[in-house]
């Protein structure tokens, strides 16, 4: 049976079960008063999982303190409507460029969630604590993995450098913990801070730690946000394949010059100089500095993607994310 016609079944029982309600209550008024919702709409509960396998590593929510914490974090993403619709929205654009890299940096799929929760997968995000970009380094962590940050140039606001770059803090961070739970908690709370009290608390996973409360809570929400983009319509996202951010395709164009003027830049390659900054968030300034004659790369999107025609969907990159 198609999710849509589903759907439309259930709103269908829940409509006739309502009515059905108030009139076989009519024989007494007053109770039938008393006993009728405040509110059109309700709000259920959501039920957690026994279990789940996040990186090749279970979780089992049979504990308290497991248990709760993911109930949570899954009510939490299931209710926030508007920024869990754009988060599976914005990944149609952005997981077929970052999934690639993942495997070929040999890190688990499902670190992608990560990013999800660190930036909402926005490659222009910028926190209070001057953390940025879609896996939101600071500027002393992204030098530390290879990239480059100066003046008009900042590779943290590059999707694949900065991928590539959260790879290597979390492959280094794997290694030395032996599990991605505890990498991805190190991720938000330092090797450091992970390392010290793991020794100090005397506890083996990192799970058991007792942490600021958004280090605590961060591994659950990597968790929970996973099991929404897995069966959204069953959290009550109904997404059809035009609702989605359609992939991009660009023409590549390399430069190992100084440009002086990234605004005449953009109109040789047809396009403005905003479309130019927004798929090339990296160049800071409006002029590209480069007396060392690097090779960079300038991704110009093609005249055919800058529109959404209509009767044509984007391509969809996970089906389950999409009712028919």
């Not at 961070?173 to 100090?200: C, F, H, P, V």
């Not at 605590?216 to 997404?239: D, N, S």
């Amino acid at each position: 049976m198609k999710k849509s016609l589903l759907i439309s079944i259930i709103i269908l029982v829940v409509g006739l079960g309502t009515t059905l309600f108030f009139l076989t209550s009519g024989n007494n008024i007053d109770k039938t008063e008393s006993e009728k919702p405040q509110v059109l709409a309700m709000t259920a509960a959501v039920t957690i999982p026994e279990r789940i396998t996040f990186a090749g590593e279970e979780t089992v929510f049979d504990r308290y303190d497991k248990r709760e914490r993911m109930d949570r974090e899954l009510n939490s993403f299931t209710y926030f409507h508007s920024t869990t619709m754009l988060l599976i929205k914005r990944a149609n654009r952005i997981f077929p460029i970052i999934e690639p890299i993942l495997k070929k940096e040999g890190v688990p799929d499902d670190i992608k969630y990560l990013a999800v929760i660190e930036s909402n997968l926005d490659h222009r995000a910028v926190s209070p604590a001057g953390a940025v970009g879609l896996w939101q380094f600071l500027q002393s962590t992204g030098r530390e993995n290879g990239l480059e940050v100066r003046t008009d140039v900042d590779e943290r606001y590059h999707i694949e450098k900065s991928t590539v770059a959260a790879c290597r803090y979390l492959k280094n961070a794997y290694n030395k913990y032996g599990s991605w739970s505890a990498a991805a908690m190190s991720y938000n709370g330092g090797q450091a801070r992970i390392t010290n009290e793991l020794r100090d608390q005397k506890v083996d996973d990192a799970l058991d730690l007792w942490l600021v409360e958004e280090t605590t809570r961060y591994y659950y929400r990597m968790l929970a946000i996973k099991q929404v983009f897995e069966q959204p319509w069953q959290y009550g996202f109904v997404i059809k394949p035009e609702n989605l951010y359609k992939p991009m395709e660009f023409k590549k164009v390399n430069v190992t010059n100084t440009i002086p003027d990234l605004v005449t830049f953009a109109q040789q390659n047809g396009i403005t100089y905003a479309q130019l900054k927004d798929f090339n968030s990296w160049l800071r300034t409006d002029k590209l500095n480069n007396a060392s004659g690097k090779s960079y790369t300038i991704l110009i999107p093609t005249d055919e993607d800058l529109y959404y025609k209509k009767g044509s969907d984007p391509k969809v990159h996970n089906p389950a994310w999409v009712v028919d």
